[in-house]
Structures are given as structure tokens and as C-alpha cells.
């Protein structure tokens, strides 16, 4: 490009990171008026595009860029107006020397107060405010479409089951749950081959409540119909229940265990006390476990397939499905369908929340979680 009043070659050269092209013999500068925009206030550089548009005033300067007449233009804003050139073609501005310093500039923030200058208590509060900050973009970011980690999650996804995530080891020992499942898992095993003739005599039967002394109530937790009904209870045992018995402590998570499973066993033979089916499974009283989880642990996540997508979202969420669930199948419980007691995971359900409720004001903060499961 060539200086327009001494036809010099102009040099490249930049200033605060904007580029502009400099005549070595007169001091003239052309530059685009994109790049001016960014030092001038945003009035200033619309009357000067304002008078290019409206005006278009010839001027004898023609523009280095693409060596057409430029418009002349005369910005006012200034302690005194100034007249300079401006290409509407290509959108170069020509200033001839002094011209740029008379037109105004945007003023510069003043500089802020920076961490180091605050107060010792203040920075820390500006501290714990942004750890809290970092916690809930984290926490958003796990509640969403993601992917399993192990192909097994999904095969456990697939079948509607919960998979634990975050894992971290638990205080004490969970023997109440590794016992329970234990048993439950050696009566289906030991009684298969007869399976069908051991739950009709002992099964919980509505409507004789009194055979074998009543004890039917606790022979019935044991068994389960098939294999799948005995994993699906022991995969919610193990997993919900060490981290409930390790919070109560063995003896009030027993309590839970049974007050749950005798709840469910109640609602069950009030929907139908004439009934001649027997009732087995221990799910009543993990329904208690479950739901007492969820309250106590909200904060805990978990990964489900859902509507063929891989989601991990909070146990709260888990529990309004699980809850909207057992509602349904109630409904089908009193109208004859299905063969799942509901109303028994409902009765539970309502000691898990009893049961929370009264213990809420334990010493042990109610987010506390030591691992948290699924």
C-alpha cells in the first residue's frame, strides 16, 4: 500500500495488539475501522459511519487499500472537530498526522481491588463460596445422559436395577446384612427342589394367619419364588443395606428391617384378608431400607437405564419413580392383576419414612454418607 500524500510504501506496525499501516515520511496512519471502533466510544464511531452512509462527501484522498476517492468526514465530539477520510468500499479510515490523538478515546476500567487486598475472614468466605460453587457445577454435570463405566452396569441397567456409584468403604462391618442375605439366599437353595410345597405351608397365607403359631410371618421374609425374585432382593439388600446399618448400627436397623417387613405383611392381608395365596419375600422390609436410604442420603447418586438412555441422576429422583411405581401396582393389586404386592412394599415404605422421621435428629449430620450406593 502506498501513503496517499507522498505515495511512500507504507510499513506494517501494531500498537496494544491492533494493527495499522504507518507512511516512514509524513507520520500518516491507515487503519480499518473495525480496529478504531475498539479505542473510540460506540458514539463516536457511529457518527463517523453515520456521515460515510448519509453524507458521502469526496474527498482528494484516495484510500491505499483499493485506490478509490475516500468520504470526508468531520468528527465533532472532540475538544475540536476534526476532519479525516474514510473509504465506504473497503472500510479503512486515513489520519493524517495528529488527527487520530484529537479524535476521543474509551476511557480505561479503573483497576480493581485484587484478592491479596481483601481482609483474611473475606477471603475465605469468597473461598468457601467458590468450593460450594465448584460441588454444585459437579453435581450438575453427573445428572444427565452419560455412559456406563462397566459393561455389567449396563447388563444390571437393563434389568431396572440401580448401580452404585462413588464407592468408598464403609465403617463398620454390615454382619445384620450380610446375615440376613445369607439366610434368605440358603432357604430358596435348600427348599428348590420342593419350592412350590414349601411356600404354600410356609407362605403367609391372609387368610389363616395362625398356622405354624404365627411364624409364618418370618418364614415367608426368607423365601422367594424364583432366582430372579431372590437376586433382585439380595441386589437391593447388599446394596442399600450396609450403608443404612452402618449409620443406625445393627440392632435399630434390625428394628427397621422387621417393623418394615411386619407393615408390608399388614397392608398386604387388610387389601385382602380372605386370600388363599401365601405371600413370600423379604422386599416389604427392604422397601423400609430403601426408602430410608434415599432420606437420609440425598446427596448419593445412582445410574439407571431410562428410556434407553444411560442417566445418573440423585437416589431422590430413584425414590419419586420407585414411589410413582408401587402406586401403579397397587392399583393393580386391588383390581385383581398382577402378582407383586405392592401394598407390602408401600407398608414398608411408610416405616422407612416413620422411621427416618423419628431419628432425624440424630448427632450424625442427615447428608452424611460414607458410601454411597444405589
Given at each position: 500500500?502506498?501513503?496517499?500524500?507522498?505515495?511512500?510504501k507504507l510499513s506494517k506496525a501494531s500498537q496494544q495488539g491492533a494493527f495499522f499501516w504507518a507512511c516512514p515520511s509524513c507520520n500518516g496512519r491507515t487503519v480499518s475501522l473495525d480496529v478504531v471502533r475498539k479505542a473510540v466510544p460506540i458514539p463516536?464511531?457511529?457518527?463517523?459511519?453515520?456521515?460515510?452512509?448519509?453524507k458521502q462527501l469526496p474527498s482528494e484522498v484516495k484510500c491505499p487499500v483499493c485506490n478509490r476517492k475516500m468520504t470526508a468526514v468531520s468528527?465533532?465530539?472532540?475538544?475540536s472537530p476534526t476532519n479525516i477520510d474514510v473509504c465506504k468500499t473497503c472500510r479503512f479510515i486515513w489520519f493524517d498526522p495528529g488527527e487520530f490523538e484529537h479524535i476521543p478515546k474509551k476511557v480505561p476500567p479503573k483497576p480493581g481491588l485484587s484478592i491479596k487486598d481483601l481482609p483474611p475472614d473475606l477471603r475465605e468466605v469468597m473461598a468457601m463460596d467458590r468450593l460450594q460453587l465448584l460441588r454444585e457445577e459437579r453435581e450438575l454435570a453427573d445428572i444427565g445422559q452419560s455412559s456406563p463405566d462397566n459393561w455389567w452396569?449396563?447388563?444390571?441397567?437393563?434389568?431396572?436395577?440401580?448401580?452404585?456409584?462413588?464407592n468408598k468403604s464403609i465403617e463398620n462391618?454390615?454382619?445384620?446384612t450380610w446375615t440376613l442375605s445369607a439366610i434368605m439366599?440358603?432357604?430358596?437353595?435348600?427348599?428348590?427342589?420342593?419350592?412350590?410345597?414349601?411356600?404354600?405351608?410356609?407362605?403367609?397365607?391372609?387368610?389363616?394367619?395362625?398356622?405354624h403359631y404365627g411364624l409364618t410371618f418370618i418364614t415367608s421374609f426368607f423365601l422367594h419364588g424364583g432366582i430372579f425374585h431372590l437376586l433382585g432382593n439380595l441386589y437391593f439388600l447388599l446394596i442399600f443395606g450396609d450403608n443404612v446399618e452402618d449409620f443406625l448400627g445393627r440392632t435399630k436397623y434390625l428394628l427397621l428391617i422387621t417393623l418394615s417387613a411386619f407393615a408390608g405383611d399388614i397392608l398386604h392381608i387388610i387389601a385382602d384378608p380372605r386370600s388363599q395365596v401365601p405371600s413370600i419375600g423379604a422386599s416389604g422390609g427392604i422397601a423400609g431400607v430403601l426408602v430410608y436410604y434415599c432420606l437420609q442420603f440425598p446427596k448419593a447418586k445412582v445410574g439407571m437405564l431410562m428410556w434407553f438412555r444411560w442417566l445418573r441422576i440423585p437416589v431422590g429422583w430413584m425414590l419419586a419413580f420407585w414411589i410413582a411405581g408401587q402406586i401403579i401396582g397397587t392399583i393393580q393389586q386391588l383390581s385383581g392383576f398382577g402378582s407383586v404386592s405392592a401394598l407390602a412394599h408401600l407398608g414398608g415404605a411408610i416405616v422407612g419414612v416413620l422411621f427416618w422421621w423419628v431419628g432425624k435428629g440424630d448427632e450424625k449430620s442427615a447428608g452424611t454418607l460414607l458410601r454411597p450406593a444405589g
Open positions: 500500500m502506498l501513503c496517499p500524500r507522498c505515495n511512500q463516536v464511531s457511529k457518527e463517523i459511519w453515520q456521515q460515510v452512509i448519509t468528527e465533532t465530539s472532540g475538544n452396569e449396563l447388563v444390571i441397567g437393563i434389568f431396572g436395577a440401580p448401580v452404585e456409584y462413588n462391618t454390615p454382619i445384620a439366599l440358603l432357604s430358596t437353595v435348600l427348599v428348590y427342589a420342593n419350592l412350590d410345597d414349601i411356600v404354600k405351608s410356609w407362605g403367609l397365607l391372609p387368610a389363616d394367619l395362625a398356622r
